[in-house]
């Protein structure tokens, strides 16, 4: 892929890297002459420009673009970048950086945004992953297609524990897509049993969260989580 990164900070230096390695093209775009550090990441293409610029974007070539990622320590930034990424030159996935947690409300469709990515939200969802036993924990949003990431860790008690998979009724528009089992990920095959202490990884949309909780975990699970909101 042909990868546009708008903010060479940290966080877009190390985004860049990491695809980089894994055999992408990457152009990082920085308006702040200070933070253009090509020897940083020299595998990378770099542009001293305004990611906020039509004109800037044109000589970037963000229509030759797989994906842009609004990457800078600003939300406004971040939504302007989106926005003229998505509508200007259809650029077909746009991920954006959250900053401040009170401006996630602003980071979808309408913007420009197909994933947006909030830190804050991302760090105390992994706290909740790694403390949290017999109930679902959301890990990521996916705007465009109002789905999510959960997580749920298996307890002892769980209705379908020792049981494989295929005898799992999950509803509709919910897919389970990897099992955390000690060090290992396992890709999901309907003869495998599920067992206490697996982590399961699902894909669903909002509207069916509580149907996977109460199907993985039993009803209790479901009332427990009303009564908690």
């Known amino acids: 892929m042909r990868v546009a990164i708008a903010g060479a900070g940290n966080v877009g230096r190390s985004i860049a ?25 020299p595998e990378a293409e770099w542009l001293l420009a305004d990611a906020c610029e039509l004109t800037s974007l044109e000589e970037a070539d963000l229509a030759g673009c797989d994906v842009v990622v609004a990457a800078t320590g600003d939300d406004k930034v971040n939504l302007v970048v989106s926005l003229l990424a998505k509508t200007e030159f259809a650029v077909p996935r746009v991920v954006a950086r959250i900053n401040r947690a009170e401006n996630e409300w602003l980071f979808t469709e309408l913007w420009g945004v197909d994933v947006a990515v909030s830190t804050p939200r991302v760090m105390a969802a992994l706290v909740e992953e790694a ?4 109930d679902l924990v959301r890990l990521m949003t996916f705007r465009q297609g109002e789905a999510n990431l959960v997580e749920i860790t298996l307890p002892p008690t769980a209705p379908y524990v020792g049981q494989p998979l295929h005898a799992v009724p999950l509803p509709r528009d919910a897919a389970l897509v990897a099992i955390l089992r000690g060090k ?3 890709v999901p095959s309907r003869d495998d049993p599920i067992e206490a ?12 969260e509580d149907a996977v909780r109460e199907v993985v975990l039993g009803p209790a699970s479901v009332e427990r989580n009303r009564e908690a909101r």
């Open 17 to 41: 890297q990491e695809l980089i390695e894994n055999g992408h093209q990457v152009l990082l775009i920085e308006r702040q002459p200070r933070k253009l550090r090509p020897e940083r990441v």
């Open 131 to 134: 403390v949290t036993v017999g």
């Open 184 to 186: 290992r990920v396992l």
């Open 197 to 208: 202490g697996d982590e399961l990884i699902f894909v669903c949309t909002v509207e069916v």
